[in-house]
Nanobody, 129 residues
Framework: QVQLVESGGGLVQAGGSLTLSCVAS????????MAWVRQAPGKEREFVSV????????YYAVSVKGRFTTTRDNAKKTVYLQMNNLKAEDTANYYC??????????????????????WGQGTQVTVSS
């Protein structure tokens, strides 16, 4: 299994920016891609973005496209989520997650994330309006 640790969350005003990081360790060779998933209070988990480790191809949710950018540093086994022009509706706990041999394209269409078996502890992002 892959161990994941997120960091970088915090409180920011609407229109501001934050960058989240996710460091992977363990059996990372089984991970083809890394997703960011968020969960707001009282709501279901929601796909945010995903990046392929090898090709760096990315997919984004419509709600964040053009504002969020996902990148990766293979040498550091780290994925980043740069969030710009943050809105109050971006407030949520943000998780990075991956699953064995699941492609970025597959992850981008998930509404249930039960196949993702490695999750970080989450990092809270709060956007004040």
């Amino acid at each position: 299994q892959v161990q994941l640790v997120e960091s970088g969350g915090g409180l920011v005003q609407a229109g501001g920016s934050l960058t989240l990081s996710c460091v992977a360790s363990g059996r990372t060779s089984s991970s083809l891609a890394m997703a960011w998933v968020r969960q707001a209070p009282g709501k279901e988990r929601e796909f945010v973005s995903v990046i392929d480790w090898t090709t760096a191809i990315t997919y984004y949710a419509v709600s964040v496209k053009g504002r969020f950018t996902t990148t990766r540093d293979n040498a550091k086994k780290t994925v980043y989520l740069q969030m710009n022009n943050l809105k109050a509706e971006d407030t949520a706990n943000y998780y990075c997650a991956t699953g064995r041999d699941i492609t970025a394209q597959t992850m981008s269409t998930m509404t249930s994330f039960s196949r993702l078996d490695s999750w970080g502890q989450g990092t809270q992002v709060t956007v004040s309006s």
